[in-house]
Every structure is written in C-alpha cells, then in structure tokens.
C-alpha cells in the first residue's frame, strides 16, 4: 500500500498544479500533452528517491538525476504558486462577486517562475557547504585545551544526486580547516554498502590530530545498518554506541561522548542512553563534548554537565519559512546556536541532504568549525 501512495499521492498534487494552471486556457494542445507530460514524470521523483532501499537509483546517470531532481523541485513551487492563485482568485470572487477567467498568461508566468525557483533551489542544496566558526566558552577550561578546534560535518547523505566528487571537496575543505578533531553527527549515507561504497571513500582522506568520531542517524538504520557500522570504521570513523573516549591533550582530558538514534526503536536496536554513553565519566574534571543526530531530546540531558552538544537531522529546515516547521516539530530546535544552561547545542544545518527534497532557499548547508575558549580563567 505505501509504494502505490508513494505513486498516487505526488501525482494527485501534480494534476491538482495542472488543473489549475493549464486544463482551462487556450494554450495549444500540444503544449498542454507536453505540460501533462512532465508534470507527471516530476511526480515519481519520489518514488525513484525509495529506490536506494534496492540500489536501483545507480541505474540512472548522475546528470539525469540533477534534472529530475529539478523537475521535482520545481514542481513542488509550482503546487504553491498554483495554491496561492487560486487562493487569491477565490478571494477576489468573494470580494467583488466575480469569478476571474483563466488566463495562458498566467500559467506561463507561473510556471517560468516555479522552473527558476526550482533550478535555484536545486542548484542550493548541491553546492558546497559554507563554513561558520562558533567559539564555544568553556568554564575553567584549562590551558592545554584553549584553541581546540573541532570540524562538525553533519548529513552527508551520500546518495545518487550527492555522489564522491562532492564529497571530496567537501573532505578537502575539511582538512584544509586543520581541525584537532572532527564530529560527523550522523545521516552519512543512503544506500547499501556494495551501491554506495564509492561515494562514502572520500571519507576515509579526513585527517585530524585527534581522530575522527561519527555517531549514526536515523537514516543509517534504513538500509544495511549492519553493514555501514562494519563499513565506516574502516574508513577511519570512531562510531559511538553510547559511549565515550577521554582524550589526552597535552596532558589534559578531554571527553568525547555519542549517542544512538530514536530511530533504532523501529529496528529493535539500541536506544540512546546518556547514562550509559557517560558512565565512568564522574571526576575527571574533563569538559564533554556529545554527538547526538537528533536535538529535540537535548533538555533531557541538562542534568550530565554537558559543555557542547552537536547535533544535525533538520537541515536548518532548508526553506525559509518552512523552517519553522521544522523547529515545531523538533522541540524548538533548528539551526544554530541555543544555550541550555551550561550547556551549548548546536544544530548544524546539514552538510548535504535527503535528495528525496533537494532544495534549499535562503538556507544553505554548512561545515562547521568550533573553537574551545575558557569563559573563566583559572587561578
């Protein structure tokens, strides 16, 4: 049943955007075949996007996906752009008890309209990320930890539309930032490991000083979660399981915490635990650093002296406005910086995303670089 709404429930918006658009006017019909046409090919993007839970998606070379996937994006704008004529035609007839005619003028311009939002959007969501510093304060940080830069990469999604090469400009950026550490807080990959092995290579080129650490999101645990968790560390990635390691950094602790993902519930795998992931921890004095996919859960940990929490999954909502939405439905986190007593959370805005919706405007995607600082000097 969900593979044929998968089908159906795209396509019933899509012919919706036709019906309002073009069915009435008196644009030629063979204009209006060729609307109907790639309107409806738009529409099974999505279920073309499921196809990685098989592989198939390799099946189809990297530039066809980029111009479905703009079809794609471009027709969501035209469902809105579609909605909100009729909303204002409605309104009019309300106000002035006249029903407008329509007019080819207007699905043109409409659809212009909607195919350039969608080519920018697009274009978006697959450049390379920006980079943001954050200076992180500390309380009594010692001096041998004063400077530590930690690299956040977060959402990879190294897919069929994210392949390797944009993954090794993204990993040579990385380095470039001579990071001491580098944090992947999950959602690397979509696909299995025989489908996506090549795409996720790059990753095995990061280099910090003191390792490379990756806690898993939700989207790991769809395909092949037994696999990629045997994969990645052979790629150079520290997985944490609800665990921790304490580094030593010119003599001083340093620890460095992970979660599980909610999502592992569905799977009967292994629940987030703070306490776990913390324990043996008590008295080391040590600032702690937690890498945790999803942030909705972040006040639950107030208690666990967390310093910096980092965390990805929304992908800043990608759409301003949308945005909030995302916020909504994360407990109030989306992107950025928030303070929750001694604690900062970041949320990283996703250094790719699901191509299921490729499209971001007016929030790009991001590396992040983060700098220890102590906001108390010690005596």
Known sequence: MQQVLIHVIPLFFALYAYSSLFARTRLHWAIKGLSIFFIFF??????????????????????????????????????????????????????????????ATTAVTLCTLAMFLGAYG?????????????????????????????????????????????LEKIVQTTNALNPDLIAVTGDIVDGRVEVR??????????????????????????????????????????????????LQVNGSPLIIAGLTDPMAKRYGRDLPDIRKALDGTQGLGAPIILLSH???????????HINLQLSGHTHGGQIFGMHWLAQALNDGFVKGAYQLGPTMVYVNRGTGLWYGFPIRLGILGEITVFTLTSSVKNP
């Open 122 to 166: 697009t274009y978006s969501a697959l450049k390379q990320p920006q980079i943001r510093y954050v200076t992180v304060p500390v309380e009594n940080l010692s001096p041998d930890l004063e400077g530590f830069r930690i690299v956040q990469l977060s959402d990879i999604h190294a897919s069929a539309l994210l392949d390797r090469s944009r």
């Open 197 to 246: 092995k090549q795409d996720v290579m790059p990753l095995a080129q990061l280099h910090a000083r003191y390792g490379v650490y990756a806690v898993e999101g939700n989207h790991d645990h769809y395909v092949d979660y037994d696999g990629w968790m045997k994969a990645l560390p052979r790629l150079g990635l520290s997985v944490l399981h609800n665990s921790h390691v304490v």
């Open 294 to 304: 999803q942030p909705k859960h972040s006040r639950e940990f107030l208690g666990y």
């Open 42 to 103: 738009a529409s099974q993007y999505p279920a073309f996007c499921r196809s990685f839970f098989a592989g198939h998606d390799q099946s189809v070379p990297h530039l066809g996906i980029i111009l479905w996937s703009w079809l794609f994006a471009s027709q969501i704008f035209l469902i809105v752009l579609a909605f909100l004529k009729d909303a204002y035609q409605h309104l009019m007839k309300w106000l002035c008890h006249r029903a407008a005619v329509p007019h």
